[in-house]
């Protein structure tokens, strides 16, 4: 052994053991660790003193932390300790440039609402820039609320999807099809030349899945569904669409079809596996059977359904029979009014408890369960997302337990359902990517955006000669 | 002029005048300035620069900060500029010791609830200790959520008074009498002596009004009910009561009585217009006019209400028919699980709603009114809170509107009904006393009261045999 030999010898073991050791431990991203880690996986394991290891945007272990520690070593670690460690909540239904729009004019019939306020305020007021604003807003509400992904309908969605991407959130985005003059388009074949752009536009992108989304059997024709149906089928893209959410839409479906709306949809053609069906209120044991039979992901939005007394949707009977059923806030305007999740989860539980005069009729796990991984599945993406296991991506959410809200904490499912708030969610990461840190947006220019909404309150109200 | 007199004259030209200017203004001690002032006075005046003057624990003044910025001056001035500055919310039925209890087994009938879970988990807890810092827990909890004035019914009431006076908040504070042995009294005549001296003790106190609290007519005997109302009139106090909550207690009622809740306390002498009778579920339109003749106040409780499957107080019948009726939380174990009164106003609009299938059944000026004035009515208080009007004691909250929830804000109920929140409550003034300044709560010790309770789970878990 040479002088320099021994001289290198001494100084890796002085310096490099460490680096030795190490390097048996697998490199990863992020390590959050410490936390009650609730996976949400088909076992709904929870790990008290858990770990969840990210490499990327996807998660590559979880378990306990004494078990993954030793194995990984990462760039970045989140201490989670005396927190709740979930998948990121999951909006199934909004519109969130609507944000915008927020309480301008609630208490009003929903025929009043459209005609009179929101249809005038939308067609003196959409444009592209405004949608932007409206989705920057919303995902800093939603963030901050803990919700990492969300389905949208609206105008302009190419906008919606280029902002929610800029926020690092995840999104089905839905452009919107209707019979009569929209915002973004005059007639059907402007939406669809414009939807077919934008579907090849956003294919194979991590965060945005772009979506058809014709609005209704009541807004559109046949044609109009079929054709918006055959345009997602082509680029294997989900199919966004409001069903049965009224009273009317079903009176009118049995005049004018002899059937229900979701057999009317099942008999053009319309439903399958790739469809998320917002509100599904009036479904029988019929219609419930077929949404089943063609995997078809329903979303309930409590919040809006009781604001604009449009009926209940029956959502026990929906899980029993089958149907992947998730939650949504609507839009944040005239239908809610937040984009808060951990609200419908309140809410879905309460409601249906005061419905079926029971209160056992869905419980608190139930409505987690609708949060993330049903959520997931009624957007068709459970493999990708709802819950926390390796192979998916880390969209990851913690919530505090440090406020007097939060304690004492006997049963986590009911801690989440019925205490805990949209404000104790801490941070959230998706992808991969830290959003929030310490309930600060790191994605948003929040100061920035709330001036601008302030600003387009002034515009908005002018326009409709309010205030 | 001597030297000595002319140094004089120049001091005062140089630092007295300003002070002599003042000296022309009326001394305060505390100026709010600036905000969006709601007063919820009989004009529902709000004052879009507003400002609140108050001296001891009263409102002298209130209207244009330009008007009484010249008027007043004071030792603390808060400003409230791109705030809402609201009177503090009013909680009317709760139980906030039950806090320690906070989702210790939901999602079970009301039977079950009570007999299996909580009257075990009561016997084996709770004595006056464990009433000490349920109600800190609850203290911090509610000033966090703007709520300054609670109504309350449970054991070791006492406790409960002293620890709100300490936490600073007001409270019409009930002891409960039940006809069997309860953690504090064996029998009637212990429930009578202790509730004789509770009431002595605290007559004239600024910010508790002791009251007896038969629990309801499905656990009192007439003659505990005639008895406990016999000795709140003896001391000029209210009577706190559960009424008309459950359908088997109607049916009961009709069985026993011959007649329901309402009518039957009405005939043994129990209603008047000291009686603030919580839930008011099962009350047909003779209930109601009853209600409203006797001058008795109700407290809704749509949250509690939901969870247990109890059914729906018909609110906007009850507002019609002139019944003062206030909101409420109820407890937060097993029918909440929380005390946000905010989600109640949001709730109460509704549930109405949904209940009657017309957007228009109650309104957010409506659920606002109900926390706040209608709720300071509905506790027969309203000659001292409920509203910002000089004379009124000072209970005051600032609310943020610097969240991503609060923008854009088209109209103030509606923002308040339907979304902002708890969180967004930045300050909370109660009889002149700033409680919590900038979310920091000013009269409660959190870190060691949130760790008490944490402390609190471990031991009810064991006594429970939990894990």
Not at 378 to 397: F, R, T, Y
Request: hydrophobic residues 45%.
């Amino acid at each position: 052994m040479t002088f320099r030999q021994l001289v290198l010898l001494f100084l890796s073991l002085q310096f490099l053991s460490p680096v030795a050791l190490l390097s048996q431990a697998k490199d990863a991203d992020l390590i959050i660790t410490g936390g009650t880690v609730v996976t949400m996986d088909s076992s709904r394991a929870i790990y008290d003193d858990g770990a969840i290891v990210v490499k990327g945007d996807t998660i590559v272990a979880v378990g306990p932390r004494a078990d993954l520690a030793a194995k990984y070593t990462a760039a970045q670690t989140i201490d989670a300790r005396g927190k709740l460690v979930l998948p990121g909540f999951i909006n199934g239904h909004t519109h969130v440039p609507m944000t915008l729009f927020r309480g301008l004019h609630d208490d009003v019939t929903l025929n009043d609402w459209l005609y009179k306020y929101i249809f005038p305020a939308e067609k003196k007021n959409v444009n592209e820039e405004f949608v932007r604003w409206g989705t920057r807003l919303a995902a800093a509400e939603q963030i901050r609320s803990g919700v990492t992904t969300f389905a949208d309908m609206y105008y302009f969605e190419d906008a919606v999807a280029e902002e929610t991407k800029a926020a690092g959130m995840r999104g089905v985005l839905g452009e919107t099809f209707i019979d009569f003059p929209a915002p973004d388009h005059k007639n059907e074949a402007e939406a669809l030349a414009y939807t077919e752009r934008f579907l090849k536009k956003w294919q194979g992108d991590p965060l945005i899945h772009a979506a058809p989304a014709p609005h209704s059997i009541y807004t559109c024709s046949q044609k109009t569904l079929q054709d918006a149906a055959a345009l997602a089928r082509k680029y294997h893209a989900p199919i966004l669409i409001h069903v049965a959410e009224m009273k009317k839409e079903w009176d009118d479906s049995q005049k004018q079809n002899g059937m229900s709306p979701v057999q009317y949809l099942d008999k053009i053609g319309v439903l399958g596996p790739n469809v998320v069906a917002a509100h599904c209120i009036f479904v029988d044991e019929a219609d419930r059977r077929t949404l089943a039979q063609k995997q078809v992901g329903c979303v309930h939005n409590p919040s809006s359904n009781m604001m604009l007394a449009s009926g209940v949707s029956p959502v026990p009977e929906m899980r029993a029979a089958g149907v992947p059923i998730g939650l949504g806030t609507d839009g944040p305007a005239g239908s809610n009014n937040d984009l808060d999740l951990m609200e419908e989860m309140d809410l879905a539980a309460k409601l249906a408890k005061i419905t079926k005069m029971d209160p056992l009729a869905l419980n608190a796990k139930a409505v987690v369960e609708m949060a993330t991984i049903d959520g997931a599945r009624a957007l068709h993406m459970d493999k990708e997302i709802g819950s926390l296991e390796a192979g998916k991506k880390a969209d990851v959410i913690l919530i505090s337990l440090d406020e007097p809200n939060a304690v004492p904490m006997y049963d986590i499912y009911a801690q989440l359902a019925y205490a805990l708030k949209a404000s104790d969610i801490e941070s959230v990461i998706i992808g991969g990517r830290v959003v929030m840190r310490d309930r600060k947006l790191l994605t948003v220019n929040e100061p920035q955006v709330l001036a601008k909404a302030r600003e387009y309150r002034q515009r908005v109200a002018a326009s409709l000669g309010m205030q």
